[in-house]
């Protein structure tokens, strides 16, 4: 038989992170010392408390098949987390639970996004994002933003960009890859303009929420007018280091809600019981649970950037949220060493995999080719060894 793949696969490319993260393994498997700053994963263990709650669901036999959007009590102690930490008011009706904050994701996308809509995506933007796009048959709109303005749209190139076409918004803060947070203000900004074009739906990526070292998360939903028009698009997997309970939600208008779980109830059905009931004790915990974690951070933070501007090539803004520092390294291109040629963040990801046996990931995925992501989530001894040998390595090139 000649093997042939559906038509609706060509849309859809492989994750640049997981692509990277899957060539250090390979290159960590034969032998090299591979430091990995591809990935973004906490390098914490999930907390205690929230442990507990999963241990006590395999207990309590909460591994039958639960609801589609999720168990009543979660939605509610979702709604009760919305309601105390963003000062918003939703009926567990307009949450639907998922598998990941990816999925969720994707469940907005698919309800939401018909053949030749636009999808308007600030640069840079999660690798994801575009292949959902495409999967739906819906048009990519990129607004280009760039270090200068700690890569945030502005309400101007958002005016620029909007049309009668324009089916969804996609708003990532505190942003991946580029750490960027949005102020309630620059929120209001870009609500103001939003509000003039009524068939635009707002997504909120909000994964990143705990880790946010100004203290002050916007929810885009929280602006005036803005509620019914937005869909906040959460999870547990970032803010309380729990990847591998594949845990994400949104809250939404109850239409969009009953959309996506009616999609859902065909695909996956109902996310993990275990983890549903883990997630309510994270949301009863809120951020204080993860307040340690996001400390770790910050120090890392300042410790990457330190070490990132003492290399020539290497621009660095100060990123105000998750943990990446994402620098732009144009002043490299053209440069080469070792058969290398350096033309893009790409260009630079495999010369530092290759010849410095450190996994970062290029800005090219992320539609930022100037700039390369690197994940501070790691110790500080392996990101200090780690910035010691791109900096050797990046010396080499000319």
């Known amino acids: ?114 053949a030749g809509d636009e999808v308007i995506l600030p640069t840079p933007f999660w690798v994801s994002y575009a292949d959902m796009v495409n999967l739906a048959g819906g048009r990519v709109v990129e607004v280009k933003t760039g270090i200068a303005q700690d890569f945030k749209m502005t309400a101007d190139q958002l005016r620029h960009a909007l049309t009668d076409r324009t089916r969804v918004v996609m708003l990532n803060s505190p942003n991946n890859p580029s750490g960027s947070v949005y102020t309630a203000e620059e929120m209001a900004a870009l609500a103001a303009v939003i509000s003039a074009h009524p ?82 004790e994270a949301m009863h915990g809120g951020g204080a649970l993860a307040a340690d974690m996001k400390t770790a951070f910050l120090a890392r933070r300042d410790l990457v950037i330190a070490g990132l501007r003492g290399i020539d090539g290497f621009e660095v803004n100060v990123p105000k949220g998750a943990f990446y520092i994402f620098p732009d390294v144009s002043a490299l291109f053209g440069k080469s060493h070792a058969g290398h040629t350096i033309q893009s963040g790409q260009d630079l990801a495999m010369y530092l995999l290759e010849t410095a046996d450190v996994a970062t990931v290029g800005g090219d995925a992320f539609g930022s080719p100037n700039c390369m992501r690197i994940s501070y989530a790691a110790a500080d001894d392996v990101l200090r060894e780690a910035i010691r040998r791109i900096a050797e390595a990046v010396g080499h090139l000319s």
């Open 199 to 280: 068939h635009a739906i707002v997504v909120s990526d909000e994964i990143y929420e705990y880790i946010n070292f100004t203290e002050q998360h916007a929810s885009f939903a929280a602006q005036p007018g803005m509620m019914e028009r937005t869909v906040t698009v959460n999870g547990v997997s970032k803010g309380f280091a729990m990847t591998g309970w594949r845990i994400g939600y949104i809250a939404a208008p109850q239409w969009i809600a009953a959309a996506c779980t009616k999609l859902q109830g065909q695909f996956t059905s109902g996310a993990s019981g275990i983890s549903q009931k883990a997630t309510a």
């Open 1 to 114: 038989m000649q093997p042939r793949t559906s038509q609706l696969l060509s849309r859809l490319s492989e994750s640049a992170t997981i692509a990277m993260s899957r060539k250090a393994r390979e290159l960590k498997a034969a032998g090299r010392d591979i430091i990995s700053l591809s990935l973004g994963e906490p390098d914490f263990d999930t907390p205690d408390p929230i442990k507990a709650a999963g241990i006590r669901a395999i207990e309590e036999n909460h591994t039958h098949y639960p609801p589609v959007p999720g168990f009543a009590d979660v939605r509610e102690a979702i709604c009760a987390k919305l309601k105390r930490d963003n000062g918003l008011t939703y009926q567990p009706d307009q949450v639907v639970v998922s598998t990941g904050a990816k999925h969720s994701l994707m469940n907005v996308i698919l309800s939401l996004v018909d």
